[in-house]
């Protein structure tokens, strides 16, 4: 296979078991295959029970199905500690000015935006254009506690609407959760209700950025169908916990199922939902489309965003190919 390459970005103390790929790759006779590169140094057969505070879930999903799709093609584990909001400045830095960056990376961690500075946003996204340039995508999770996330835990004066950053950046692809066909259901956002799932996809209207001109037509057909269909949607600053800014980016920009992916945790086969295992999904499906392209001589993907919107008519049931 021509070359690409994938990488996860891991946070928060987690840590990957290598020992728990190897029973994924068995388990569903895959490729049995290690990562090509860990970075951090937070790869270890006792990942999930060395340390009180870490935890080997995140990692183990977002590996596990990043390299069970997109079999045979070299997988770095990249560790950085996200001390700070600014840290993820710091880490695209550091990845666009390496040499050879992946051509997908996938991450399923956020920070709200209103903790970003206009500053680092800009800067960040600066380097995710240039990352852009040399073929490589940057996916996020939008999210698992819906348009409010989970500051309203705290109490009822923390109400309202956060979007999730780096998802709302608009050079990067986000990507919500879906749920329904696994269970022979219709698909639907991932909900707590009907199907008793864990999770609520992450998704709204970012503060800091417009919405790009290809993305903007989509905004005002979805909320064209909701006045005609007789649904409210506040628009206005009803209410502060009820403000959002229907002109700025949507997000998120595809969803995938995200609802009982097995994975193997501490040698044990278990089930998880979440945007963080959508995220890794969509990644390496889309690093799949990378190496038929790279076998063509044709270019990596890079952004992907401007495309999911063009050909958006070809990705509905309606338009689906026999």
Known sequence: MVHVTQSVYESINDALNPDDLTSFQNYYNLLVQPIAKDIGGHVSPNACNTNLYADCYESNLDVQYMMGI????????????????????????????????????????????????????TAFDLEAIKLAVMGTTIFAASGDDGAVGYYAEFGSQYCGFYPMFPASSPYVTAVGGTSGPESGQSEIACMATPYQIAITSGGGFSNLYPAPSFQKPFIDSYFGQLSTSG?????????????????????????????????????????TDGTSASTPTMAALTNLVNSERKKRNSPTMGWLNPFLYQFSSQFTNDHRRQ
């Open 231 to 271: 649904l409210h949607l506040y628009s206005d600053p009803v209410s502060a916990y009820t403000t959002y800014n229907r002109s700025n980016r949507g997000y998120p920009d595809i969803s995938l199922l995200a609802h009982n992916y097995e994975i193997f945790a501490n040698g044990i086969l278990t089930t």
């Open 70 to 121: 997109a079999q045979n093609i070299s997988t770095i584990y990249d560790y950085f500690d996200l001390s700070t909001a600014a840290s993820w400045l710091d880490w695209i830095t550091g990845i666009a000015e390496s040499d050879n960056p992946a051509t997908v990376y996938s991450i399923s961690y956020a920070t709200y935006e209103i903790l970003i500075d206009n500053s680092i946003a």
